[in-house]
């Protein structure tokens, strides 16, 4: 008995017979093309179908022109414009990214205590005073949204360049505020560019 179980233990497996070969080629093939092919196509196309804005990448028109997305934040240095979070990829939607350092790291610190001061210094105000998110980029490095503090420390110099009352330039801020989704996601913020575009419609 002993014999025969090791003779039958150690007999070769039958050979996978030819159409075994093809089964598992056909199949192969039709998975790639289902799910690599039909899978991604339709989803595009319902995505484009139910949600047309937000497939073609959210973008923002004016006067017939794409001027930007409103997922990507950009960069401003005109004064008579609110400006939006540091990035650490200078807002290259293809390289989205961190600095990738820790808060520890003393270039860090470095950076975000001089970016404080030189804040403070424009809107006389102390460096702990400053929203941070003005100070910090964020972990995309495109985040298109500030904190309404960081908009509001802002007001004054824009109404200035732009001669505006300080008031106006105020509500136009706090009408721009979007809620946290739903009520409890997120935290309040405001869009850089559609404030900026919103502020274009008020006057110079």
Same mark, same amino acid.
């Given at each position: ?47 484009? $179908?139910?949600? /047309?804005? !937000?497939?073609?990448?959210? +973008? #923002?028109?004016?006067? *017939? ?58 809107? $006389?105000?102390? /460096?702990? !005073?400053?929203?941070?998110? +003005? #100070?910090?980029?964020? *972990? ?65």
């Amino acid at each position: 008995m002993t014999a025969k179980r090791q003779a039958h233990r150690h007999t070769p497996p039958a050979e996978l017979p030819a159409t075994g070969w093809l089964s598992s080629m056909r199949a192969a093939l039709v998975l790639i093309l289902l799910c690599g092919g039909l899978y991604p196509l339709i989803g595009a196309w319902s995505a484009a $179908a139910l949600f /047309p804005h !937000q497939a073609t990448g959210s +973008l #923002i028109e004016r006067d *017939g022109a794409v001027v930007g997305s409103e997922l990507v934040g950009q960069a401003v240095v005109d004064p008579s414009y609110f400006r939006g979070r540091p990035s650490a990829v200078e807002y290259d939607p293809f390289r989205v990214a961190g600095s990738n350092r820790s808060p520890g790291n003393p270039q860090l610190r470095a950076r975000a205590e001089t970016s404080a001061h030189a804040l403070a210094a424009e809107y $006389a105000v102390e /460096p702990g !005073q400053i929203p941070v998110d +003005l #100070i910090a980029a964020s *972990g995309s490095g495109i985040d298109p949204h500030i904190s309404p503090e960081a908009a509001r420390m802002q007001v004054a110099r824009v109404a200035e360049v732009r001669g505006l009352p300080e008031e106006r330039v105020a509500e136009l801020v706090t009408a721009q505020v979007e809620p946290p989704l739903l009520g409890v996601l997120g935290q309040p913020r405001v869009n850089v560019l559609r404030l900026n575009l919103a502020l274009d419609a008020l006057g110079p």
